[in-house]
C-alpha cells in the first residue's frame, strides 16, 4: 500500500527519532490514499496475482519440506544415540524438531548465519533446557 501510494502523489514518511527511529506511517492526500486503496484491491483480485500467490505458497511449503528433514537428519546425527535406542532416538529428534523448525519462531534453527551441525546442538541444548525448567 506505500509502495503504491508513493508512487501516486507527494508523501511524507512521519518518523519519531530518538535511540531508534519508528515510523508512524505514511501522510499524503486522502483522494490519492483511496486511489491506491482502489489499486491495491485489484491487483489482490487478479486471477494472476492470486495465481503467483498460490504457487509462492507451494514453493515455500516445498522448501520447509525440505528443511525439516535436513534438519532432522543433523539431529539424528548429533544424537548418535546406539542402535538398540534407535525409536527413543527417532521420538527425541522428531520432538527437538517439532519445537524449533516452525515458520516465524525466532529459534535458532531459522537463523541463516548458524551451520545445520551448530543449529542442531543448540537446538536439542534448546529442547532440553525447556524440558526441564519453567523456561516458558
Given amino acids: 500500500m506505500s509502495q503504491k501510494l508513493k508512487s501516486l ?9 530518538g535511540s ?3 515510523s508512524h506511517g505514511v501522510w499524503a492526500a486522502t483522494e490519492y490514499i483511496q486511489a491506491a486503496k482502489v489499486l491495491v484491491a485489484s491487483k489482490r483480485a487478479d486471477p494472476v496475482h492470486l ?5 509462492a505458497k507451494i514453493l515455500r511449503d516445498k522448501k520447509e519440506l ?3 528433514e535436513d534438519f532432522l ?3 539424528v546425527q548429533l544424537l548418535n544415540f546406539d542402535p538398540k535406542f534407535q525409536s527413543m ?6 520432538l527437538v524438531k517439532q519445537h524449533v523448525t516452525p515458520v516465524g519462531s525466532g529459534t535458532v534453527a531459522r537463523s ?4 545445520m551441525v ?14 526441564t525448567s519453567h523456561y516458558d
Fill in 89 to 94: 532416538e527417532d521420538k527425541v529428534a522428531a
Fill in 20 to 22: 531508534k527511529i519508528f
Fill in 51 to 55: 495465481k503467483k500467490l498460490a504457487q
Fill in 112 to 115: 541463516t548465519s548458524v551451520k
Fill in 9 to 17: 502523489a507527494p508523501t511524507w514518511t512521519v518518523q519519531k527519532k
Fill in 73 to 75: 537428519q543433523a539431529i
Fill in 118 to 131: 551448530d543449529k542442531a546442538s543448540l537446538a536439542v541444548m534448546a529442547w532440553m533446557r525447556h524440558q
Fill in 66 to 68: 525440505v528443511f525439516g
